[in-house]
């Protein structure tokens, strides 16, 4: 059995980042984790890793304390619920809890580095994997501020209002690649927009000019918008398929918007999407176990964000957003991952991006701050009434 789990796991490890936009957000996580293991170190660990190994480290990690989590959904009253809880910690030794100060040493390396605020913005250039690959891909991720519910609501505004045109301008007028897109994002706490595009037939440079003429574009428009077209931009969203949403998970993810085939206002129609009801169990106790996973235990999310989002005015969005992508509080990031064979260079002559390779990652993430994941106490587990 560990033989066949460790072959599957190294595996894995080996093929990660084997294409080129996999190998971007890898590397954008890369520059944003404090602490941040590469694929590499993993798989020198897992060569010299025997069963004994395995089984001395979860002993002592038990010792140490364990913060055990448990969720109940369905036909379940406190009383069952609160049973299968001792049950599942008796199955593994009824181990001490764990405190808040290891859980806070715990947090801490689970940190986000904040970039520094620049107008040219920082990028990090790396080879493909595969030298047989004519593709390159680019990631512009600006980092906007640490999670709160009014800049989630704005963020959500954003990516909505943003992924069509953006489709239509970079991917069927200019045709800069055969996939492009944005989306939101939440990496340790800390949100961000990120505008992504994976392209055989240009370079990062010509990608990279296309997507800051677009943002710049965006804005106006977004500035210069009368009521009516901001009432009217549902009816374009509509247009797409509905795509999950996804809930805070290991630090970082996807923030999808559900868009409704109903004529309304923009808000009104993020609000449904933020308030429309889970499809099925299953995704209810995602959602809620994700708020336990990250310690928040912000089960009214939605509902919070919902109300934050009714609070949005066209003017409020245009001026958060010209500040966070490219007025005085902009933290920008590119990543460009090059066509196979094509070597690292000089990234300030390709770009004018301040190049991280010429100091060293390292170096520059040692400079920056690191915020670390918030996290509240453990509830207490409560007998039942």
Not at 26 to 37: A, I, M, P
Not at 55 to 82: C, K, L, P
Not at 339 to 365: H, M, Q, R, W, Y
Request: glycine share 6%; charged share 25%.
């Amino acid at each position: 059995m560990y033989a066949r789990v460790a072959h599957d796991h190294q595996l894995a490890l080996s093929n990660a980042g084997f294409k080129p936009d996999a190998l971007c957000g890898y590397e954008r996580l890369r520059v944003l984790e404090r602490t941040f293991h590469h694929v590499d170190d993993k798989l020198a660990a897992l060569s010299a890793l025997e069963p004994a190994h395995l089984t001395r480290h979860v002993g002592a990690a038990m010792e140490g304390g364990v913060g055990v989590s448990f969720y109940a959904g369905g036909n379940f009253d406190a009383t069952d619920a609160i049973r299968m809880y001792e049950k599942a910690r008796s199955a593994l030794g009824s181990p001490p809890p764990l405190s808040d100060e290891r859980a806070a040493v715990a947090a801490a390396r689970a940190a986000c580095i904040q970039l520094p605020r620049s107008p040219a913005g920082s990028v990090w250039v790396v080879a493909n994997k595969n030298n047989a690959d004519d593709n390159c891909a680019v990631e512009a991720y600006w980092q906007l501020e640490l999670y709160s519910e009014v800049a989630s609501a704005r963020l959500f505004l954003l990516e909505t209002m943003m992924y069509e045109p953006l489709f239509n301008q970079l991917r069927t007028k200019q045709q800069m690649g055969y996939s492009v897109g944005c989306s939101g994002r939440s990496t340790h706490a800390t949100l961000g927009l990120l505008i992504h595009v994976t392209s055989a037939s240009h370079s990062p440079k010509e990608i990279e000019d296309a997507i800051l003429q677009f943002v710049h574009g965006f804005l106006e428009q977004l500035e210069s918008m009368p009521p009516d077209e901001y009432a009217r931009q549902v009816r374009q969203l509509s247009r797409r398929a509905p795509q999950p949403l996804l809930f805070p998970r290991h630090g970082y993810v996807l923030l999808c918007s559900r868009c409704l085939a109903t004529p309304m206002s923009q808000v009104e129609s993020a609000i449904t999407c933020k308030l429309q009801d889970d499809n099925s169990m299953l995704d209810e106790a995602s959602r809620f176990f994700s708020e336990i996973e990250t310690r928040q235990f912000i089960f009214d999310r939605a509902e919070r964000e919902a109300a934050a989002l009714r609070a949005t005015t066209r003017e409020d969005l245009a001026q958060w957003a010209r500040d966070r992508l490219v007025g005085s509080s902009a933290r920008r990031l590119s990543v460009h991952v090059l066509k196979g064979g094509e070597a690292v260079t000089n990234a300030a002559s390709i770009t004018g991006l301040v190049p991280i390779g010429e100091v060293g990652l390292d170096v520059f993430k040692a400079k920056l701050e690191a915020v670390p994941d918030p996290v509240r106490p453990w509830p207490k587990v409560e007998a039942p009434f």
